[in-house]
């Protein structure tokens, strides 16, 4: 839906609209998490505004002070499962720009444990080596 999203016009005619105030709501949704996320790291309010897009998970920007789970996601044994995905990011597949723990929560007491890499890098990696119930954890410890 970002950055150009498309007319509601290009809809089913029952839902354009709705996924045109969807998508409104899942963003200022994201803003207002990544502001809690940024104040609960005890950075500026707007800090990780500027990490929107990345993918990467949160153990690896805020150096363990935040840890993510793998999805794994089980579906009933009875009826169908419909999941819908949403990614807050502005498309940075092809950045060359790197991510890594951020340097204002690094200290002597507190170094960096994990190395930087950019999305793209660790995009190709997670497609490239399927899904083996492992963590990606271990390609960034340093």
Same mark, same amino acid.
């Not at 500027?50 to 840890?67: E, R, V």
């Not at 444990?113 to 080596?129: A, C, E, F, P």
């Given at each position: ?7 509601? @016009? ?42 929107? !897009? ?9 150096? !363990? ?28 597949? @092809? ?25 793209? !890098? ?21």
């Amino acid at each position: 839906m970002a950055p150009n999203p498309p007319s509601p @016009q290009e809809f089913p005619t029952p839902c354009g609209e709705v996924l045109m105030d969807y998508s409104k709501d899942v963003t200022k949704l994201g803003f207002s998490l990544l502001e809690l996320l940024s104040e609960g790291l005890g950075l500026n309010r707007s800090y990780l505004k500027d990490y929107m !897009d990345c993918c990467l998970l949160s153990y690896l920007l805020s150096n !363990d002070k935040y840890i993510s789970v793998e999805n794994r996601a089980i579906s009933n044994k009875v009826g169908s499962r419909m999941s819908v995905a949403c990614f807050f990011s502005e498309s940075p597949w @092809q950045s060359s720009k790197l991510y890594g723990p951020i340097t204002e929560l690094l200290s002597e007491e507190n170094p960096p444990k994990y190395r930087s890499t950019t999305v793209k !890098d660790h995009t190709s990696y997670l497609h490239n080596r399927g899904v083996d119930g492992t963590s990606a954890l271990s390609r960034y410890k340093i």
